[in-house]
């Protein structure tokens, strides 16, 4: 082995330390993926700070839910080319395929090329795969028309006010903590508060309200 690589020409040592590397980080997202496929986990967090005097109670909940269908949603979100594992995936389309082609292909030029072109089939291959797959989980398990409205989350990032733009949410569905994106018909809602859900505008969107805002 220490001869093999010994042999080797710098540019094959650069060849082949990105291919492995790419390769072991590949492993592991793929076992990490189909791991938190077989079954969720979720995360609650509830912090309540009293200090006293005139500074009102802060509750803080922080809500995670955890599985490969929609880790491959947020990581590889929707047709984002600009993401770790789509950059993974190319080096690995592309370093397997410079390898095993460098003794058919003597032309440089015309190996790199082909195995760039292996390289972006690979990545547009797994997006589509993810995209499938999160169609699935969409379609599958809630039906968020039936159980969003009422339930209470807490604003992960912030809602512009009088439907002026989206923001997200982390509501608490079916014993299972989901993100969704969000709009508010009153004032701005920020980052951390609480919400119940008045509507849902689609299977992706919510209408939100500040709890405190219906406490008369």
Known sequence: MIEWWTSLDLSS??????TLSASLVFVIQTVMTFLGAAGDSDFDINTDVDAGGDVPDASVEVGHDVSGVQEAAHAGSG???????NLVNFLLGFGWTAILLKDDVPSVSLRMLIAIVVGVLL???VMLLFKWLTGMQE????NVYKSAVDCQGTVYLTIPGERAGEGKVQITINNSVREYAALTDGPELKTGVRIRVVDVVSPTTL???EINSIII
Do not use: Y
């Open 13 to 18: 040592k650069i060849l082949w330390a990105v």
């Open 207 to 209: 209408l939100v309200e």
């Open 139 to 142: 379609s599958g398990t809630i």
């Open 79 to 85: 047709m984002n080319l600009l993401t770790f594992r």
């Open 123 to 125: 990545v547009v291959l």
